[in-house]
């Protein structure tokens, strides 16, 4: 997938001027895979494996070089009161995350959205909204320049305004007990950095779409209540792809066949030859013609992508919150150094009292 | 920001959220509208109409949208830059020193289509079509604007509101308080812009939202379960007149201009069960833009 950027406007279904029935011979409906490659979340938000990893490199590449300098400034400014040993700490603490830290920390606090997005009982949709605001921010910018704590919330306020489901600030607040200056703060800054693209085509509508058109190629062959429990369990299995970078490299429906295939792969795997090679029994030597034709791909090569898709999805994106406090507290060192100065001056005024007490720095 | 590369040079309109200038783009001279969205008014933050409208723009380019062709953050302010746009089709229908044609009808009829069925490819409802939402590029191109009331097509679950376009333009579902419908509603709105351009004063101009049911039926007749099942079990359908659907001579009297295709396609347009009711597809495929005349070229309109 290389994210090409089509300008040309579309334009068809221009009625032929002669009076004939007939459609002309060059008539094409554009696919919706041809309006999803002029959909923004194509035009922003697709990338290939090498161009995401170049991205998050960037962007905390800038974030890093930015922090050292400040981090030098620092010490030359303080040249003179700083002893060898308080250099020294800060060379060692004060280290700017790396990206793939970076990113570790991200995936944590997505989690968290999805969480308090949930815990609010925001329908499905708006959960996803909010899951893929959050990230898509940060693949702009490092957690170095907005702690992902202070995102948060943002994110899901701006994605239910976004999704039409409009909550005010005040009951906003109330709810998620956080802060009206600092939700509203970060408005703007998110809404640039998402490039004031705000549509989403998330994998759920491909899911209702497979589901219905499942059962009429499998008709009668497939139960319906069974039907309903893969139903759920893809909606879950969708909204945990959204917190992968399958989102990236996928199309909404490639991801619906995934997590349809590690739900019940050989039904899915089923529908799909019936639907590339016919032999369906209830459609007509036309209906089958025009399926065919519509189909750019062939099932092979999808087989290949959806499986690649699907390690992905099942690739865990978990971060253990020891981790996650480590590279906070480096985060949190690097942009104040000075506090790590007094807590060496703590810790070690501690140690003549009492050598035990070795407070636990607070950070989330 | 040092040089400013969008002027706003004067201000042209003021609405209940955005301040609209005209101005230019410095580097190319381009001439542009700028709407400066009035954020320090919501205590919500962003608007939920600069919402949609940002939303909505920034993912249509079509020849028949209004191009949005910057966002930019200045003073707290989010300002959108939008392609210049001289006229609408309101002002051309007033505008009584302004002669037009049915072929010039049928162009405009057909590069509105193209927009209403761009969007609705996109899975995008605009919810507030009428002529002075329908804008005219200075070479003549209909752009359909003003995305505030927009929203994404609902899924089955969705609830929406019925509160929506104009009072004059309102499909008969949204009439009766419908919490869910389709596009439908965005074609019944094109159906009755037709009607208008051809008879050049409003069609169906109910004075409250209440006269409105009655001017509508009574124009085009009340639906029965019969063409619409279950129709009479929308609350208010007990209190209705029952009118008789109009005659096709009453019509061609109404429509003295227009051809038997041509109204063929404003019923298919003002059909009053939504599903049965034209798509944007049928409606472009309709053999009223395949008859002569044929539609004219944009640019030879007349528009000011």
Redesign the interface.
């Known amino acids: 997938m290389t994210s090409i950027r089509q300008?040309t406007?579309?334009?068809d279904?221009?009625?032929?001027?002669?009076?004939?029935?007939e459609k002309p011979s060059n008539y094409k409906r554009?696919s919706d895979d041809d309006?999803f490659r002029?959909?923004?979340q194509y035009r922003f938000w697709s990338f290939t494996p090498e161009q995401l990893e170049q991205k998050r490199i960037q962007v905390n590449a800038q974030a890093v070089q930015s922090i050292e300098e400040d981090l030098r400034n620092f010490v030359a400014d303080n040249k003179t009161d700083l002893n060898e040993e308080e250099i020294k700490t800060i060379e060692m603490k004060a280290v700017p995350v790396t990206a793939e830290e970076e990113l570790k920390l991200i995936n944590l606090y997505a989690k968290k959205v999805q969480m308090i997005a949930q815990r609010l009982n925001l329908p499905t949709?708006i959960v996803a909204t909010s899951i893929t605001f959050f990230r898509r921010f940060y693949l702009e910018n490092s957690v170095h320049k907005f702690e992902p704590k202070a995102i948060v919330l943002t994110t899901i306020?701006?994605a239910c305004?976004?999704?039409?489901y409009?909550i005010?600030?005040d009951s906003f607040c109330e709810k998620t007990r956080g802060s009206k200056e600092q939700?509203?703060k970060y408005?703007?800054p998110l809404?640039?950095s998402l490039k004031?693209?705000?549509?989403n085509h998330h994998p759920y509508?491909p899911l209702?779409g497979f589901f219905l058109d499942i059962q009429a190629v499998l008709h009668g062959k497939v139960d319906l209540s069974y039907m309903g429990h893969i139903y759920d369990r893809c909606k879950k299995r969708i909204t945990e792809a959204l917190l992968t970078d399958a989102v990236y490299f996928y199309s909404p429906p490639q991801i619906t066949l995934s997590a349809l295939m590690i739900e019940d792969e050989a039904l899915t795997t089923r529908y799909l030859e019936l639907k590339f090679h016919g032999n369906n029994p209830d459609s007509s030597a036309d209906e089958q013609k025009t399926i065919s034709q519509d189909i750019s791909i062939s099932l092979e090569k999808l087989m290949t992508l959806i499986r690649d898709c699907k390690k992905i999805i099942e690739q865990s994106t978990n971060t253990s919150v020891e981790e996650a406090k480590s590279i906070a507290a480096r985060l949190y060192f690097c942009q104040n150094p000075e506090d790590l100065l007094k807590k060496l001056k703590k810790r070690k005024h501690d140690e003549q009292d009492s050598p035990r007490a070795e407070k636990k720095t607070r950070v989330e | 920001m040092s040089q400013p590369e969008y002027t706003k040079e004067k201000k042209v309109g003021e609405g209940t959220y955005a301040v609209v200038y005209l101005g230019t783009k410095q580097s190319t001279g381009r001439k542009i509208a700028v709407k400066e969205i009035k954020t320090s008014e919501f205590k919500d933050g962003l608007d939920m109409s600069a919402i949609r409208e940002v939303k909505y723009l920034q993912e249509i380019q079509h020849e028949n949208v209004i191009e949005l062709v910057d966002i930019f953050l200045a003073y707290d302010n989010l300002n959108l830059v939008l392609e210049f746009l001289p006229s609408d089709l309101e002002k051309v229908i007033k505008d009584k020193s302004i002669l037009f044609t049915p072929a010039d009808i049928k162009s405009w009829m057909l590069m509105t289509l193209r927009g209403v069925h761009h969007c609705h490819r996109n899975f995008i409802l605009h919810r507030d079509l009428k002529p002075n939402n329908l804008l005219i590029s200075p070479d003549g191109q209909i752009k359909v604007a003003d995305f505030g009331l927009a929203r994404t097509f609902p899924s089955a679950q969705e609830i929406l509101t019925s509160n929506v376009v104009t009072r004059w333009y309102r499909a008969p579902e949204l009439l009766f308080g419908a919490k869910h419908y389709t596009s439908a509603v965005d074609i019944w709105s094109t159906g009755v812009i037709f009607a208008e351009l051809m008879l050049r004063i409003p069609y169906l101009p109910g004075q409250t939202d209440v006269d409105q049911i009655e001017v509508t039926f009574r124009a085009l007749g009340t639906p029965t379960d019969k063409d619409w099942p279950d129709v009479s079990f929308f609350p208010a359908y007990n209190k209705l007149q029952i009118y008789p659907p109009p005659s096709r001579e009453e019509l061609r009297r109404r429509f003295i201009a227009a051809s038997e295709n041509a109204l063929n396609f404003m019923c298919g347009m003002l059909t009053m069960n939504p599903q049965k009711r034209w798509n944007a597809v049928q409606c472009l495929e309709s053999d009223y833009f395949k008859e002569a005349p044929a539609p004219s070229d944009p640019s030879t309109i007349q528009i000011s």
């Open positions: 300008q406007p579309v334009s279904g221009k009625a032929s001027k002669d009076s004939s029935t554009l309006l002029h959909s923004s949709e306020f701006l305004k976004s999704d039409n409009f005010g600030i939700i509203l408005e703007f809404l640039e004031f693209s705000l549509f509508r209702h």
